[in-house]
């Protein structure tokens, strides 16, 4: 996600050679371990990684203030920067054995790190670093194999963001999301579109690697089995290119060409849908604000489509982002304090309120929930409303997953540009992927 995910579309991979590098530099590998624990009375410096804007920026410094306020021994070194460039940049500080102490990970990293032993499992820190008020959906996105690796930072949805003054210059009613199905979806884009000035559409292309694991989701698939493979079948992927390319072919969509440029502009106020030429876009929850920023007008949330009418639900609660500790820290009892008192502290929470999600402690949430603003609190009461309605935690991708996203983008393009038809475009997804993933 832009700011928040990852999981998110605009994911960057790690290196194949910094993910070589980094498995000599894991416990057993050489090198000191870093697993000692702390002299209670000795002074710790914390480093602390994560990504975001200038505002994420001093909102998490009035945190770690807070924190080191609290614990006068301890010093919260914080190292972050813009998203594209995070995860290449940690892979490498972790391959030359200097990672960091907190590390902020998102979609399928946390495994992905976890596999190669580069993350503590946080049963050395249970006493610690609590979870028993942490939403259980979003503490598994930090489970592998029966280990907790990370606690979220919050909680997240994805759904389509809908802009009702779009809809109504254009003459076409809001679509009701406890009954619409994806050709109410393809029909409803092409009326927006129709009745728009040119240049605005229907909705942007919807493709993104969440998108296919939430419509496989709704067939009673996933992009991923919990073995580790790809579960996704050749047809669902052919039936989803056929439908964007209808849309497309239709005008409710972009054509390929600026479809294919938006795919490399991960800001919400690049996207159309920030810029006000866009009816509809599929986004993650934590979204909404900044969209509503750029776009200057109150947009609103809705489920996917197809929920009700599906053999399954698709949505799921997922976690923004996930705190995880490095395997190598000489400080675990430190860093689990920063960890908790970001995740489980009403103190924290009052500060970054919704920056990382909706709180996924749920005593943090009920203390800052009056507190929220206007645009956070329409997420969270939308992630309210849903909860109940959403299907099971999501399948997190086995290492190598992280590839999905480029590889959909690459298919995507040829795809849309007819280089490949929906089937042709289905099978080298599903090939590349596959071949990712061993």
């Avoid at 493979?229 to 390319?245: A, H, P, R």
């Avoid at 440029?261 to 159309?272: I, K, N, R, V």
């Avoid at 909404?288 to 109150?298: H, I, V």
Wanted: glycine letters at 10%; hydrophobic letters at 40%.
């Amino acid at each position: 996600m832009k700011h928040h995910a990852p999981t998110y579309r605009a994911a960057r991979r790690i290196t194949a050679l910094a993910l070589a590098g980094l498995l000599l530099a894991l416990p057993g590998c050489g090198g000191d371990s870093g697993s000692g624990s702390d002299d209670p009375n000795a002074p710790v410096t914390l480093r602390f990684s994560w990504w975001g804007n200038e505002d994420r920026a001093k909102l998490t410094q009035q945190a770690i203030d807070a924190f080191q306020a609290a614990n006068p021994g301890i010093t919260v070194k914080p190292e972050y920067g813009d998203f594209n460039g995070y995860f290449d940049k940690l892979a490498t500080s972790v391959a030359a054995n200097d990672a960091p102490d907190v590390i902020t990970l998102g979609g399928a990293y946390p495994r992905e790190y976890g596999d190669r032993g580069a993350l503590l499992d946080l049963a050395e820190v249970k006493d610690t670093l609590k979870t028993d008020k942490i939403d259980q959906a979003a503490l598994s996105n930090g489970n592998f194999d029966g280990k907790q690796y990370g606690v979220p930072t919050g909680v997240n949805a994805f759904g389509v963001v809908v802009n009702p003054k779009v809809f109504k210059a254009a003459g076409v009613p809001l679509p009701d999301d406890d009954t619409w199905t994806w050709d109410d979806f393809r029909r409803i884009a092409e009326q927006v579109a129709k009745g728009s000035p040119k240049g605005t559409y229907g909705a942007e292309d919807p493709t993104s690697a969440d998108m296919l694991d939430l419509y496989a989701r709704q067939r009673g698939e996933s992009l991923y089995t919990e073995e580790g493979k790809v579960g996704i079948s050749e047809k669902t992927l052919t039936d989803w290119f056929t439908m964007t390319t209808a849309l497309r072919d239709a005008g409710a969509t972009p054509p390929a060409a600026l479809t294919s440029e938006l795919a490399g502009q991960p800001a919400p106020e690049q996207t159309l849908m920030g810029r006000g030429l866009a009816g509809m876009q599929l986004d993650w929850t934590n979204q909404l604000g900044s969209l509503r920023k750029a776009s200057g007008t109150e947009l609103v949330l809705m489920r996917a489509p197809g929920e009700s009418t599906a053999t399954k639900p698709g949505m799921w609660l997922q976690a923004s982002q996930i705190y995880t500790i490095s395997a190598r820290t000489k400080h675990q009892e430190a860093a689990a304090k920063l960890v908790n008192f970001l995740v489980n502290d009403p103190a924290a929470g009052k500060i970054t309120l919704a920056n990382r999600g909706i709180p996924a402690n749920s005593e943090v949430l009920a203390a800052v929930k009056p507190s929220l603003p206007r645009d956070e609190g329409a997420s969270a009461d939308f992630i309210a409303q849903i909860t109940p309605k959403v299907g099971p935690a999501l399948i997190i991708g086995p290492t190598g997953s992280t590839e999905s996203v480029k590889i959909l983008e690459r298919t995507n393009a040829e795809v849309l540009f007819n280089r490949q038809t929906p089937a042709q475009g289905a099978q080298r997804f599903l090939e590349e992927l596959t071949s990712a993933i061993r």
